[in-house]
């Protein structure tokens, strides 16, 4: 036998040890390595790592093998490997219908188990038992079985098992909003068992679904029936999340050292160099110790400090861990293999030498890894003084085979028997490496040669549907559709992919079925949908940024993207193509649009160069035709091509020639829908009145009820306006209080009430002068007669709250009613407004019949009926909203969706977007109806809840719901917007739109808020964008009354257009305004306080405050000193716990007072001014205490403020309504609020005077240093 070589004989030293370490644990049956041997149970995530050693060690061998046994040791080792991951695969397949259900409910308690038995693979802890739900480990399985097929392994056997896999893909695909128990099973670090958001589980899942996409599993034996398929964009919202929450770990653990492994090997999720340097470092400079690193801070695993006999903390314990945390040397191994794959051989030589220090020998000489060191029981003292001072002993297993792994791995790589490439054949390691720019292909297909004839005329030269074929053009819908037959699997009970969403990414491929090609729309165009879709100028907005969104994260794909866009008909502004559209088309044509390089081009042009998916999974392959196409995909197919994109006609809302010649008398239903507004701007406290019901909260009724002017004629009313004076039989007016509302209804019970009304109802409509008949035939012959939408709005919600959607209008309002009711015919005197308060919308009752067979009886025309069908006022509505769409009416359009239950773009998904970058968002106006949303909940709920704020106001629930979709978009692409801001209160950033533009416009608030529902949705996303940004901004009116929003730095503001004060000399006026600086600071602390923004770091330093005192009051909450125990300074928990009592505080402005009290407080802190702050501070004493010593220095010196507050006589402080001459809120002068933080009369001045007199600490004499920052 000839001699090895050096390498062979090192190498047998390996095998030698991987085999006595690792190899020798594996079970015979299942594969699985058990936790120790006493302990049977064999955890998914330690089973991966430990078989790491063994692949790598295979690849190894592989590479010198010269000889037949070095061939047989290599396919031993690589068995081994298959054995396990195969284990793990049976053990997992053994829970399918977990993985079924938990796809729909993603209920902790239905996940896949986290630990099998190693003996048979079989559960061995109930689902209730343990904290199963570890999406890491389940996506860290998926991921290193994609890097071990892509190495050549061949471990999964069959189709069914390919379907089970697609289906985990699914399992994974929603991480970044579902919180698990993470890598350290415990959730929340109580461990009291509440899952929460880990970055670690989501960068985990991030890598697993980049690796499985487009993976064949049976390698380069298979066929299409054995790829996965993973949507684009699912990977990218796990991207994004994780971007936004790193380094912070979680909601309770502001760093963990589990991180470690998301931005280097084995996950390599993080693709931005910075963000990795900087995790990477906040890890080492909080966590690492002599002897590994800490997993997160206070963790009281295993210290001497934690009671063994419970498994959970109670949260003042917490404090008791700090500095005596466990120390890991797993982490060692982890930074020895981030440094290797960094090709940083000084730092891999540094940690190996670290490490070599702390592992323990065996008694036959090997090193073996420790799973962790603790400070012994007698040291614990002086650890807490000098804390990594005190030597410490091993507790735990030992060898730990996950740490002992990695060890082996890194030494495998050190000697050069493995490249990195070789441990990461995917090649994920380069995702952080700078990339050629991409180029974005866009396609505009015309609808038909109409249209395209129009672009034609602007030089744009375009192809219709006709003209791309054979390739077929689809709405994003039906790609949906087809998505949801992947992963379909009869035997084993999968039914596909349950989530309809399709983002831009995945809509900018091109897909091959069989020899057809399809080009899909992207979803949010989809215009049956939204009625955002309807102003050109946010499509024409949403357009550029998609653009920019597809340069940033068009990552691992090959070929470039690939946007398709229809010009249709319902585009068209009064016939022509609009502005907005024309000149981004332009913008395309030139080869650059905001930055992002565009080709602008004809389908086939782009078929060499786009990304193409094959959609193969579509045939019948459980059926033995894998080249014939599912029959339902095929029916669904044919049925979709014919009508995709066909006209839509919209349904007329006066028959012309049915109009009654004469109408004798009007009725009045105006202001039915202002009726319902709730949007309060006059009012100091913005909306904040105190508890009101929910009937109360509306517009001040300045506007007479609409009755009083139309009865102006001289009828004697025959029922009174109230219940009691009227005649004693009541059945007409019992609809009056049909719904009496209790402001904690809940549904069942309303329609439980429902269920009993038909009868009152029917009984109305036989009344004996046919009252309601004439008043119902009365309002819908103005509808028919009225040119006027707004009117006809009014009508509408007049009908609704009357009638009910579903009530039929057929026959209505044609002959003209007998004369002789003439004489006694009565308006009945109902007050519209009150009925739409006192009565839910009977829009969401589908139960109410109601019984209009008399009516039609009457009339026998044909009525209302199109096309001999029933016309209810559903219909009408739906007509009218058609109407108002293309007259771009936008506050009747907002109102109409509402009426209508239409929804905004994906309003789960913006709510998701927001909670998952750690946002709470709350709806509602504050205090009494603002409602927290703190986890992602289903469309319906999520309706329903912005329903109960809102009451009857749709318009304002309607914007509330095109807002949130606003702030997902700007926290999307700019998330530097929402710095230092954790809840987005909805309902205050409305009210605060409607004070800057009634401040802009110079109006009432009435007029501000009409304005403001009136925006089209481009200029709302800009509103908000400049409030968000806090730039100035001007308002502009262009043609037909609307308005537009600019900066005013902008050149589009000439001082003509800007809507003025209404004085003759208007534009010195003007100017005088937009460089006038008073209100500036009120306005600032205003914005600042109804957006929530803090300064930086804010919340760990009112931390450091909470520490030297006993407490701090705010409105009347109490923050404990014992939180400081509880929870760690940067913890997002603490965070909100202050957050939570400055929202008791109803005016922003004062609430950035307080904000800015808090601040000083930081600063004595901070400058260890003084050792403690004593008792309980109350935040508010402190700013009224400067308030007061701003007023009497006002009054030395005779400034503004002597006018109000600071006047000589005490008497006139307050004007007769209580509250203060100038309007201040919470009895601070106006012009505290106005004056600047810094400079002698700044508020940071008074509030540092008024802490060195409040405070009994500060001392009160001798000499002090007291410079104020």
């Not at 009291?192 to 034996?221: Q, T, V, W």
């Not at 309504?1217 to 100038?1222: D, I, P």
Request: net charge negative.
């Amino acid at each position: 036998m000839r001699s090895r070589s050096n390498s062979g004989v090192r190498l047998d030293y390996y095998q030698r040890i991987v085999h006595r370490l690792i190899m020798s644990h594996q079970e015979p049956v299942t594969g699985l390595f058990p936790a120790s041997n006493v302990n049977s149970h064999a955890w998914i995530r330690d089973n991966v790592y430990c078989i790491l050693a063994v692949w790598g060690l295979s690849m190894a061998y592989k590479k010198i093998a010269d000889q037949d046994e070095d061939r047989a040791k290599c396919y031993e080792l690589e068995q081994s490997c298959v054995k396990l991951m195969r284990g793990l695969l049976m053990a997992m397949m053994n829970q399918k219908d977990k993985v079924e259900t938990f796809k729909i409910t993603q209920n902790p308690l239905d996940s896949l188990h986290a630990k099998y038995s190693s003996r048979n693979g079989q559960p061995v802890v109930g689902d209730g038992e343990w904290g199963h739900l570890q999406i890491d480990a389940v996506s860290l399985y998926l991921l290193i079985l994609a890097q071990m097929t892509a190495s050549g392994l061949q471990i999964v056997f069959s189709l069914d098992e390919v379907s089970f896999i697609q289906n985990l893909v699914f399992y994974i695909e929603s991480a970044y909003c579902i919180p698990d128990y993470g890598i350290w099973e415990r959730g929340d670090k109580t461990n009291h068992g509440e899952p929460e958001l880990n970055a670690s589980s989501i960068g985990m899942a991030k890598a697993a679904l980049e690796a499985m996409n487009e993976l064949d599993l049976f390698g380069a034996r298979g066929g299409p029936a054995s790829v996965i398929h993973v949507l684009a964009d699912e990977a990218h919202k796990c991207q994004a999340v994780l971007q936004s929450m790193l380094p912070r770990e979680s909601n309770s653990k502001e760093l963990d050292s589990g991180i470690l492994c998301v931005i280097g090997f084995p996950a390599f999720a993080v693709d931005d160099p910075q963000l990795i340097h900087n995790t990477k470092d906040a890890i080492l400079s909080r966590l690492q110790g002599k002897y590994g690193c800490k997993r997160f801070l206070r963790d009281g695993y295993r210290t001497p400090k934690e009671d063994p006999s419970r498994l959970y903390y109670e949260r003042w314990e917490l404090r008791m861990f700090e500095n005596i945390e466990c120390e890991w040397p797993l982490f060692y191994c982890y930074l020895i293999l981030f440094h290797a794959f960094q090709n940083d051989k000084m730092a891999v030589k540094n940690y190996a030498e670290r490490l070599e220090r702390i592992m323990v020998r065996s008694d036959d000489g090997i090193l073996l890894i420790p799973e962790s060191y603790a400070v012994p029981q007698n040291l614990v003292a002086n650890e807490y003084q000098h804390p990594g001072s005190q030597s410490r002993e091993v507790v735990g297993r030992c060898p730990f085979l996950w740490g002992q792994s990695l060890f082996i791995l890194g030494r495998l790589l050190q000697e050069g028997f493995l490249a990195v490439g070789e441990l990461d054949p995917l090649n994920r390691r380069l995702g952080a490496q700078k990339k050629p720019d991409v180029v974005v292909q866009v396609v505009i297909i015309a609808e038909d040669n109409e249209i395209r004839d129009k672009l034609a005329e602007h030089d744009l030269h375009v192809q219709t549907i006709a003209e791309v074929a054979p390739i077929e053009v689809q709405p994003a819908r039906v790609l949906s559709h087809l998505y949801t037959y992947l992963g379909r699997n009869r035997k084993l009970g999968l039914t596909g992919r349950k989530s309809r969403d399709v983002g831009i990414l995945s809509t900018s491929k091109l897909y091959s079925l069989k020899d057809r090609i399809f080009a899909f729309t992207p979803q949010h165009i989809d215009y049956e949908e939204y009625y955002t879709t309807r102003d050109p100028d946010l499509l024409a907005s949403n357009f550029t940024t998609n653009l920019a969104f597809l340069t940033n994260n068009w990552r691992h794909m090959l070929g470039r993207p690939t946007i398709t866009l229809m010009a249709t008909h319902y585009m068209l502004d009064q016939d022509k193509i609009p502005l907005a559209m024309i000149q981004t088309m332009r913008k395309l044509k030139s080869g650059y649009i905001n930055g992002t390089r565009v080709m602008l081009g004809n389908l086939k042009d782009f078929l060499n160069t786009s990304a193409i998916t094959d959609l193969s999974f579509l045939g019948s392959t459980e059926d033995g035709y894998p080249d014939r196409l599912h029959p339902d995909v095929q029916t669904y197919l044919d049925e979709h091509l014919l009508r995709s994109f066909s006209h839509r006609n919209t349904m007329n809302l006066r028959g012309g020639q049915l109009r009654p010649r004469s109408l004798r008398r009007r009725m009045s239903c105006k202001g039915a829908i202002k009726k319902t507004r709730s949007i309060n701007v006059d009012s100091d406290t913005l909306g904040m009145e105190g508890p009101t019901q929910l009937s109360e909260r509306r517009l001040s009724s300045i506007v007479p009820p609409p009755w009083l002017q139309a009865n102006k004629q001289n009828h004697i009313s025959v029922f009174a306006t109230t219940p009691e004076e009227g005649p004693a039989d009541q059945s007409e007016i019992i609809r009056e209080n049909i719904y009496p509302i209790d402001p904690h209804h809940n549904r069942t019970a309303m329609e439980r009430r429902i269920q009993n009304i038909p009868k009152i109802l029917i009984q109305r409509h036989r009344t004996d002068n046919n009252f309601a008949d004439t008043e119902v035939e009365e309002l819908i012959a103005m509808l028919r007669e009225t040119e006027n939408l707004e009117e006809q709005g009014d009508i509408l919600q007049y009908l609704v709250d009357t009638q009910g959607l579903d009530f039929n209008t057929a026959g209505l309002g044609i002959k003209n009613k007998p004369t002789e009711i003439e004489g006694n015919f009565v308006e009945e005197p109902v007050d519209i407004g009150s009925s739409s308060n006192d009565e839910p919308k009977v829009a969401e009752m589908p139960t109410v019949v109601i019984d209009t067979s008399n009516i039609n009886s009457q009339s026998q025309s044909e009525g209302m009926l199109e096309e001999g069908r029933v016309v209810t006022v559903r219909d009408l509505l739906k007509g009218l909203y058609e109407k108002a769409c293309q007259q771009k009416l936008w506050g009747l359009v907002r109102h109409t969706a509402g009426m209508l239950g239409k929804r905004v773009e994906d309003l789960a998904k913006a709510v998701t977007d927001l909670l998952v970058r750690q946002k709470q968002v709350t709806v509602g106006m504050p205090p009494n109806n603002e409602y927290t949303i703190t986890a992602p909940l289903p469309e319906a709920e999520l309706r329903q809840l912005i329903h109960d704020a809102y009451g009857d106001d749709e318009s304002t629930a309607m914007l509330t719901q095109e807002l949130m979709v606003y702030l997902a978009m700007f926290i999307r692409t700019e998330p530097q917007l929402f710095h230092e801001m954790l809840r987005l209160r909805v309902g205050l950033i409305i009210q605060v739109m409607a004070k800057e533009l009634s401040r802009t416009l110079n109006c009432d608030g009435e007029a501000a808020s009409e304005h403001l529902l009136n925006l089209s949705p481009f200029e709302m996303k800009n509103l908000l964008y400049h409030i968000l940004s806090g730039k100035e901004f001007a308002v502009s009116s262009v043609a037909r009354g609307s308005l537009s929003i600019v900066s005013c730095k902008s050149s589009r503001v000439s001082k003509k257009s800007q809507i003025g004060l209404g004085d003759p000399e208007g534009e010195d006026a003007l100017v005088a305004t937009i460089d006038d600086r008073q209100g500036q600071w009120l306005r600032r602390r205003r914005l600042d306080g109804a957006l929530n923004r803090v300064p930086r770091d804010f919340y760990s330093r009112v931390w450091t405050v909470l520490e030297k005192c006993q407490g701090l009051a705010i409105e009347g909450r109490i923050l404990q000193q014992s939180l400081t125990q509880e929870m760690t300074p940067g913890e997002l928990k603490f965070a909100l716990e202050v957050e939570t009592a400055l929202n008791q505080i109803p005016q922003p402005e004062y609430r950035q007072l307080v904000v800015e009290a808090l601040m000083v407080l930081t600063l004595v802190t901070e400058h260890n001014m003084v050792p403690s702050l004593g008792g309980v501070i109350y935040v508010e004493h402190l700013v009224h205490k400067a308030n007061q010593l701003f007023l009497e220095d006002q009054r030395k010196v005779q400034g503004d403020a002597t006018l109000c507050c600071a006047k000589s006589n005490g008497k006139d402080h307050q004007a007769a309504s209580g509250m203060l001459l100038c309007g201040g809120a919470a009895y601070i002068c106006q012009h505290l609020y106005d004056s600047a933080p810094s400079g002698s009369y700044g508020t940071m001045t008074y509030m540092a005077r008024a802490v060195a007199l409040v405070l009994d600490c500060v001392p009160k004499h001798g000499e002090m240093d007291c410079t104020i920052s």
